[in-house]
T-cell receptor, first 108, second 110 residues
Framework: RKEVEQDPGPFNVPEGATVAFNCTYSNSASQSFFWYRQDCRKEPKLLMS???SGNEDGRFTAQLNRASQYISLLIRDSKLSDSATYLC?????????FGTGTSLTVIP | DVKVTQSSRYLVKRTGEKVFLECVQDMDHENMFWYRQDPGLGLRLIYF???????EKGDIPEGYSVSREKKERFSLILESASTNQTSMYLC?????????FGPGTRLTVL
């Protein structure tokens, strides 16, 4: 079983739409959770950490559900510039485990 | 800002060549990682190191070795490059809570 499972998409949404991504993780001892953004042919860059209480950064909201072992990312009022691949990541011990990424294309 | 640098952005090598990929971080992190990323397979961990001269195998270590002689530097070595090692190689460095990536090396083995 994979450490982290993520729907690969692709998600194609119109500008202004709200879109949500989810990931599930298998190890209940996982300690930290993240969302990364990766543009085409670039490295992943940290978008935001995910806290149990949920956290928001502008149009982006991240949630963690430890009981069900999933994390989510909500993007409101999508912009063309949001088009990218979004990867969830889980930190367990010294290692980070990544989902395969969900591709998002925002259409004019 | 954390900075992770990799020695090359693009590299073309021939089958059987020995290949060195260098990674340097400037944040005094103890943990460093090498991944490869392929379409549909996501990031796969090759090796990681949590201290100087320490190394641990990741999920796909076959065909690779690593070296960590200094804290800031973590090298990935392909002893005899093969075409199935054509990939994007990403180095990362982490604190306790966050992981930061270098810009990646796109390696093509002909």
């Amino acid at each position: 079983r994979k450490e982290v499972e993520q729907d690969p998409g692709p998600f194609n949404v119109p500008e202004g739409a709200t879109v949500a991504f989810n990931c599930t993780y298998s190890n209940s001892a996982s300690q930290s959770f993240f969302w990364y953004r990766q543009d085409c042919r670039k490295e992943p860059k940290l978008l935001m950490s995910v806290y149990s209480s949920g956290n928001e950064d502008g149009r982006f909201t991240a949630q963690l559900n430890r009981a069900s072992q999933y994390i989510s990312l909500l993007i409101r009022d999508s912009k063309l510039s949001d088009s990218a691949t979004y990867l969830c990541a889980v930190n367990t011990g010294n290692q980070f485990y990544f989902g395969t990424g969900t591709s998002l294309t925002v259409i004019p | 800002d954390v900075k992770v640098t990799q020695s090359s952005r693009y590299l073309v090598k021939r089958t059987g060549e020995k290949v060195f990929l260098e990674c340097v971080q400037d944040m005094d992190h103890e943990n460093m990682f090498w991944y490869r990323q392929d379409p549909g397979l996501g990031l796969r961990l090759i090796y990681f190191s949590y201290d100087v001269k320490m190394k641990e195998k990741g999920d796909i270590p076959e065909g690779y070795s690593v070296s960590r002689e200094k804290k800031e530097r973590f090298s990935l070595i392909l002893e005899s490059a093969s075409t199935n090692q054509t990939s994007m190689y990403l180095c990362a460095s982490s604190s306790i809570t966050e992981q930061f990536f270098g810009p990646g090396t796109r390696l093509t083995v002909l």
